[in-house]
């Protein structure tokens, strides 16, 4: 359906069906999603309908830029599909008279595959749903001799929708972010980095309704200025589906430092991963997060082993979320595409927990031999300096402003 013929889009909640006396409150989150996401648009309103959310202009007239609109709110977690709709009265007359205008606006200059589907949520409404399909599909086909029945595999399908306060048709749908709203599912710890793997899993933990708090560890001047940014301009990709985030950006220079001063060259990467895990969890606990999620895939890496794994995760007491344990790099690629970070991801940078490694890390290390190691160092000390010598930064869509934490 062209834009200029659009007087609304209807947004359609997924899951959030299966809620029982919670619905409402994840409801409530969806629409404050919505709202956020609408702020670019501000010709345009919010409404919550029956299983349905209402977007359109308040005076009812069609809505401009649709195009960008849509895929904005295609964005929103718990979204399940998004359709541009032409609005009509809950009477056959005018949903018949808004299905031909849609069909006028498709494409059917040649003999086309057409059904029409109906959805009678208002059982008011005098006609049982196939009949009123039937009704509106012959006064279609009668318009346009090359339409025909189809209702297995149409090419163009109107679907119709009465509910108990608005009706409307449409031909198009597009899926939506799914998964639940942001802010329904408590607060975790990313640990971003500027690789392919973690903004993924930061996104695929947001997506069951997490607010994320990303860490990120910066070893200047080892690792440049343009890494720092690389893990901004991700973070940027997460807020479109989150909302703004606040980036902690930790000086680990020191840490590293000192730990390749003493320790093991073999056991350097299990010591850093140790130590991001203790600064992470100080910094959780800052922002009342409930849990650190980290882009970790099983035996991808010398650190991701079973017994390395362990080794690292042992010194917190909060639960570690790893989405993507299981998933292989290929499927990983195609999911930040998909999400748009993959491009980002792939520019070239540098890699703090890659300093000082030597050619064959430890893979199997015992926790016993990690913690007679960090006996030597004032671990407490460095995670606490590390915490307190951290800068946070702002980031929303398209914003970025650093301030003191």
Known sequence: MSAARSTGIVLRIGELFLKGQNRYM??????????????????????????????ASPGGGAI???????ERLACVFGVA????????????????????EIVRDQDVSRPTRFAVATNRADKRFPMKSPDISRAIAEACLEANSNLAVDLRAPELKVGVEIGPERSFV??????????????????????????????????????????????????APHTSEAAREKVIDLARVLAKYTGPIDVTVVPFTAVQEALRMKAPGRFLVVLYRRMMMRIATAIAERRRARG????????????????????????????????????????TIRLARKIGTYDISIRPYDDCCALFVP??????????????????????GMVEAAVLAAETVHVDEGVESPFSS
Do not use: C
């Open 359 to 380: 050619a064959h890390p430890e893979t199997h290390a015992r926790i016993v031999d990690v913690e007679a190691i960090e006996a030597d160092f004032d671990v407490a």
């Open 26 to 55: 994840f409801e409530q989150h969806l629409m404050n999603d919505v709202r956020r996401a609408l702020k670019a648009f501000p010709r345009v309103v919010a409404e919550r309908l029956h299983g349905r959310i209402w977007v």
């Open 292 to 331: 650190i999620v980290t882009g970790e895939s099983l035996g991808q890496v010398a650190s991701q082993t079973l017994d390395n794994i362990a080794a690292i995760e042992a010194v917190t007491a909060m639960p570690v979320l790893r989405p993507l344990i299981g998933a292989d790099k290929v499927e």
């Open 170 to 219: 449409f031909a198009a749908s597009r899926e939506g972010a799914g998964g639940l709203p942001s802010g329904s599912g408590g607060r975790v710890v990313l640990l971003l980095s500027g690789g392919i793997d973690s903004p993924v899993a930061g996104y695929l933990v947001a997506r069951r309704g997490a607010l994320l708090s990303p860490v990120y560890f910066h070893s």
């Open 64 to 70: 401009a830029d649709i195009d960008r609109l849509v």
């Open 81 to 100: 599909t998004v359709s541009p709709v032409l609005e009509a009265r809950p009477a056959l007359d005018s949903l018949t008279a808004a299905a031909l």
